[in-house]
Structures are given as structure tokens and as C-alpha cells.
């Protein structure tokens, strides 16, 4: 089974649909090896043997755009990437996948739960790493507010599924920039627009316009402000306030 498992998955292209089959079938095989504290110890063949099927299962996901099945198998790998180290030779992929699952947590917004993972890594890796530094310098570019190299980095990254959850924080990106320029401005040029948020051509900029039911009005994007009076900033009233401020911080100097 295992051996038709890795025949499927080194397939181009991948058939996903029999691999997912395979998996299937792997996880409910592997059951029955020596994993249980009833079953006695597991041996390094069975440790290697399992670890490499959820391996595939972790690419599998990301291929498939499956989100919660990833942070499965993750969660299952883990285990033998740090939990049975120097029991096992390391894995080839180990970089690699803690790399992605850190994307995950990334693109996601779980930065508490990015930092935690970090932690548990080599601070050396941070740096010298091509798969951990990628996600780390992402994570600064985000805390810098720098989103166009967050989109640069679309095109250079060190594995193909790094790819999916970039993907996933640039258009986080543009609609939390979207939001603010709705909020920003009356009406804003095509070419402006295209610029900060990202997109390479109008026909990119257009069709997201309209997903977000932006009116055109010859080279500009008009946006309707239905703000509440109430949510109306009094300027004379903040001005007021600032002058307080400053007065009683100079009393304090």
C-alpha cells in the first residue's frame, strides 16, 4: 500500500483524487502498527514509514486547497519531527514543512500561534534556513506595514506550495487596504488604485472593483460613504483635546 502510495504521488500530473484514496486507506493501515502503548514500542521502520505518509498527506492538502485537513496532518507530523528526533534520521521535507505550516499560521492571522512555533526551532534556522527565513521575513514585512515586498515575494519563493498561503495573505492584504481607502477617499484614479492594492493589470483592478460594488466614473473609482452622524469626527472638539494634552504634558516636564 505504501509502495502505490508513493507511485501515485511521484504520478505528473498528480492524480489528487487516488492519492486521497490512497492516504485513506494508508491512515486506517497504519493503525494497526505497533503506535499504541498496548502494542508495545514502534519500531524506527514503522516511525519512518508513517512520518513519510503524512508527509504526502501535508502536500496533498495544501494541493488541494484544504486547509483543515493540512493542520491534521501537521499536527500528527509534528510529532515525529521533534517528539522522536535521534530516534529517526531527520527527513529531507522537515525544513520544508515546519517552513509551510508557519506560512499557514501566517496567512491565517495566528501570529500568538507563529511565534510559539518559532520558538521551538533552532534560532540559527531563523536566519540561515531558505524555508524558515521565507516565512519570518514575511511576518516583518506585515509588522512593517512594507506589503509590496509581501507581494513580491509571490514570485520567489523556496517551494512551489509555499505559493497557496501567500496567495491567501495578499488578498487578506488587499481587502484590509481596500477597507481603508473606501473610508479614505471619495474617488480614487484606476491607475492609484491598481497600485496600492497590488494588481498588475485594469482588468485585475476592474473585476475586484466590482466584486466590492465600486462605481467607475470615467478614470476613477467612486465610493459611496454612508457614514452615521454620530461617527462624524468633531475636529474642534479632537483639536481641544490634543491642546489639553500637550498642555498638561507640559506641566508634567
Same mark, same amino acid.
Given at each position: 500500500?505504501?509502495?502505490?502510495?508513493?507511485?501515485?504521488?511521484? /504520478?505528473?500530473?498528480?492524480d489528487?483524487?487516488?492519492?486521497?484514496?490512497?492516504?485513506?486507506?494508508?491512515?486506517?493501515a497504519?493503525?494497526?502498527?505497533?503506535?499504541?502503548?498496548?502494542?508495545?514500542?514502534?519500531?524506527?521502520?514503522?516511525?519512518?514509514?508513517?512520518? &513519510?505518509? $503524512?508527509?504526502?498527506?501535508?502536500?496533498?492538502?495544501?494541493?488541494?486547497?484544504?486547509?483543515?485537513?493540512?493542520?491534521?496532518?501537521m499536527?500528527?507530523?509534528?510529532?515525529?519531527?521533534?517528539?522522536?528526533?535521534?530516534v529517526?534520521?531527520?527527513?529531507?521535507?522537515?525544513?520544508?514543512?515546519?517552513?509551510?505550516?508557519?506560512?499557514?499560521?501566517?496567512?491565517?492571522?495566528?501570529?500568538?500561534?507563529?511565534?510559539?512555533?518559532?520558538?521551538? $526551532?533552532?534560532? /540559527?534556522?531563523?536566519?540561515?534556513?531558505?524555508?524558515?527565513?521565507?516565512?519570518?521575513?514575511l511576518?516583518?514585512?506585515?509588522?512593517?506595514?512594507n506589503?509590496?515586498?509581501?507581494?513580491?515575494?509571490?514570485?520567489?519563493?523556496?517551494?512551489?506550495?509555499y505559493?497557496?498561503?501567500?496567495?491567501?495573505?495578499?488578498?487578506?492584504?488587499?481587502?484590509?487596504?481596500? &477597507?481603508? !481607502?473606501?473610508?479614505?477617499?471619495?474617488?480614487?484614479? %484606476?491607475?492609484?488604485a491598481?497600485?496600492?492594492?497590488?494588481? /498588475?493589470?485594469? /482588468?485585475?483592478?476592474?473585476?475586484?472593483?466590482?466584486?466590492?460594488?465600486?462605481?467607475?466614473?470615467?478614470?476613477?473609482? !467612486?465610493?459611496?460613504?454612508?457614514?452615521?452622524?454620530?461617527?462624524? %469626527?468633531?475636529?474642534?472638539?479632537?483639536?481641544?483635546?490634543?491642546?489639553?494634552?500637550?498642555?498638561?504634558?507640559?506641566? %508634567?516636564?
Amino acid at each position: 500500500m505504501y509502495q502505490n502510495l508513493i507511485k501515485d504521488w511521484n /504520478k505528473t500530473p498528480k492524480d489528487l483524487a487516488e492519492v486521497g484514496k490512497q492516504l485513506t486507506k494508508m491512515k486506517i493501515a497504519l493503525t494497526e502498527l505497533q503506535f499504541m502503548p498496548t502494542n508495545g514500542t514502534p519500531t524506527p521502520q514503522e516511525l519512518v514509514l508513517a512520518r &513519510d505518509v $503524512l508527509e504526502i498527506g501535508v502536500q496533498w492538502s495544501v494541493q488541494m486547497g484544504d486547509i483543515p485537513s493540512f493542520e491534521r496532518y501537521m499536527s500528527q507530523l509534528k510529532c515525529y519531527y521533534f517528539d522522536y528526533s535521534g530516534v529517526i534520521p531527520d527527513s529531507p521535507l522537515l525544513n520544508q514543512l515546519l517552513g509551510l505550516n508557519l506560512m499557514c499560521l501566517l496567512a491565517q492571522n495566528r501570529l500568538s500561534e507563529f511565534h510559539t512555533e518559532l520558538e521551538l $526551532l533552532p534560532p /540559527k534556522d531563523l536566519q540561515e534556513n531558505v524555508y524558515i527565513r521565507c516565512p519570518v521575513s514575511l511576518e516583518q514585512h506585515l509588522m512593517e506595514g512594507n506589503y509590496s515586498k509581501i507581494y513580491l515575494t509571490k514570485d520567489n519563493v523556496p517551494c512551489a506550495d509555499y505559493s497557496f498561503f501567500i496567495n491567501i495573505l495578499v488578498e487578506t492584504l488587499r481587502d484590509e487596504i481596500a &477597507d481603508c !481607502v473606501e473610508k479614505s477617499y471619495e474617488n480614487i484614479s %484606476i491607475a492609484e488604485a491598481s497600485r496600492m492594492l497590488m494588481f /498588475k493589470t485594469d /482588468k485585475e483592478i476592474k473585476a475586484y472593483a466590482s466584486k466590492r460594488g465600486w462605481s467607475t466614473h470615467f478614470n476613477n473609482f !467612486v465610493f459611496k460613504h454612508a457614514v452615521e452622524t454620530t461617527e462624524h %469626527i468633531q475636529s474642534v472638539k479632537l483639536i481641544q483635546n490634543f491642546l489639553g494634552y500637550a498642555k498638561e504634558l507640559e506641566r %508634567i516636564v
